[in-house]
Structures are given as C-alpha cells and as structure tokens.
C-alpha cells in the first residue's frame, strides 16, 4: 500500500506558475512510479505527466508538454509536477498516483493503482 497526499493547488491567473506536491508513504518510494492526473468539471480524468521509479524516464500528455515539468525526490518521498504558463483549461483537481509495475511502458501506461485526494488548481482569465 502506498499513501499519497497532494499540496499546492491554489487561485492563479492565467500565464502563471505553481507547483504541486505529492507526499508517499506506506512503501519504499523508489519501487514505484509516480504520475500526475487530472479532472476538470464534467470531463473525464486524463493523464498529465508521469516519472519512472529512478526520475530517468519522463512521460508528458501532449497539451502540458513544455510547459509541466514533474520531478521527484527520493531522498523526501516526494513528487512534484511544476506547472507554467498555465492557462483557465488548466483548471482541474489534480491527483497524484502511483504505479507498482516499474517495469511497464510508457509510464502513463504502467497501471496506477493508488491515489491521492486531489487538490484543486484554478486559473482565472
């Protein structure tokens, strides 16, 4: 089992910049992968961005590419998805999720199966 808690969503304006944060515990944080999802109102959930277990290998959804970057830091047991230029379509609860299958690719393909709470991030025009 694998505990996740979000931090960082918050109230932005368009073309800012946040970031979110993702906390594990539960097990050992370097034998999963780490990914972000999102879900805007009355859409489905969508993949964002996803992490190998060792940070070498990175996975982005095409509408956050070069503007998302997620990281993650073992030695903390955390997981960060820095967000910039963000636009209003950015506005969703964001989760973080992990995935026990390190050896599946492409990250946004390798099974997640525990999730956090979500956190809210708004961008206002």
């Known amino acids: 089992q694998v505990q996740l808690v979000e931090s960082g969503g918050k109230l932005v304006r368009d073309g800012g910049s946040q970031r979110l944060s993702c906390t594990a515990s539960?097990?050992?944080?370097?034998?999963?992968?780490m990914g972000w999802f999102r879900q805007a109102p009355a859409k489905e959930r969508e993949f964002v961005a996803a992490?190998?277990?060792?940070?070498?290998?990175?996975d982005y959804a095409d509408s956050v590419k070069g503007r998302f970057t997620i990281s993650r830091d073992n030695g903390k047991n955390t997981c960060y998805l820095q967000m910039n230029s963000l636009k209003p379509e950015d506005t969703a609860v964001y989760y973080c999720?992990?995935?026990?299958?390190?050896?599946?690719?492409?990250?946004?393909?390798?099974?997640?199966?525990?999730w956090g709470q979500g956190t809210l991030v708004s961008v206002l025009e």
């Open positions: 539960g097990r050992t944080f370097t034998t999963v992968n």
């Open positions: 992490i190998s277990w060792s940070g070498a290998v990175t």
């Open positions: 999720a992990a995935s026990p299958n390190t050896n599946r690719y492409p990250l946004r393909s390798s099974g997640f199966e525990f």
